[in-house]
């Protein structure tokens, strides 16, 4: 039991800070060498028309796929290096998230608390945003080795939405 | 994330991702990022609350449009504890449905 005089700080749900602190820290000493820390930062590039003429993309590492489409490897230990395309048109109903390294519980009631499809169609219909690309891009955060990620998934990744859904802006989301 | 933010805003499109983790998205140096203080999973607030979903995706708009300095993090200081209140009743709603 820990005495009143030496209780440790607010809850972090009431007090507005990170829910768990030194997250960073505890997952890569649960998975060595997982986590990464880059030294520069990357040159900001400026949006080059107004929101409401720009195509928007949203990627996210929540591994939410189409329900027809092939499910990611969740149990493999190293992780799973590919990615999924979900059409930008998807509602909650054709989707699914199989994945066991976060809590998605809420996410299956409502995908948008993690994957906000619906409502970004909804800023695309009030013109808040120009339009959605075609595919937005699913993956799994979980893998054991950030190398060979960045050369395979990000770059893969980073291309279709620069050269082939020809993103103005992209937003995303981990999970 | 923060290395397919990052590979994105290096090939000339701007980027911005939202965060429940500062220290790890601080430690890649994502370009640009808002956080929310609430758990993994819910980075968008809670279900079938549509107006704090739209919240941070407005939040997230707004960093694309005014951040100065790469690499900045700006707090969206919602507190968990106030989403978690309000979706309650919404997410019984919801259920019915």
Redesign the interface.
């Known amino acids: 039991m820990t005495a009143a005089g030496s209780l440790p700080g607010p809850d972090p749900r009431e007090a507005g800070t990170q829910l768990r602190p030194g997250l960073w820290h505890t997952i890569n000493s649960r998975y060595p060498g997982s986590m990464i820390t880059k030294p520069d930062f990357v040159p900001l590039v400026a949006l080059r028309k107004p929101l409401s003429e720009c195509r928007v993309t949203f990627v996210s590492s929540c591994g939410v796929h189409l329900k027809n489409d092939a499910p990611m490897e969740v149990a493999h230990p190293f992780g799973d290096f590919t990615f999924r395309r979900v059409p930008s048109t998807a509602k909650h109903g054709d989707l699914i998230i199989h994945q066991l390294k976060y809590p998605h519980d809420d996410a299956d009631l409502d995908i948008n608390v993690i994957f906000p499809i619906e409502r970004l169609q909804e800023l695309a219909a009030e013109a808040v945003i120009g339009a959605l690309t075609p595919e937005f891009f699913s993956f799994i955060g979980y893998n054991m080795d950030p190398e060979r990620f960045e050369a395979i998934v990000a770059r893969d990744i980073a291309a279709a939405v620069v050269e082939e859904q020809r993103a103005d802006v992209a937003l995303l989301a981990p999970a | ?24 998205t601080a ?3 994502a ?2 990022a808002v ?1 929310v ?12 609350h ?1 107006e704090v ?2 919240r ?2 407005f939040a ?2 707004e960093l ?2 005014n ?5 900045e993090i700006r ?1 969206l ?5 106030d989403v ?1 209140r309000e979706a309650r009743i919404l ?1 019984e709603q ?2 019915r449905l």
Do not use: C, N, Y
């Open positions: 994330m923060g290395l397919i933010q990052r590979e994105i805003e290096a090939r000339g499109v701007p980027t911005v991702s939202v965060t429940v983790a500062k220290d790890s430690a890649i140096k370009p640009r956080f203080p609430w758990p993994m999973g819910h980075h968008f607030g809670a279900p079938f549509f979903q739209r941070v995706l997230m708009l694309l449009q951040a100065t300095q790469s690499g707090d200081p919602i507190k968990w504890a978690r997410t919801g259920r």
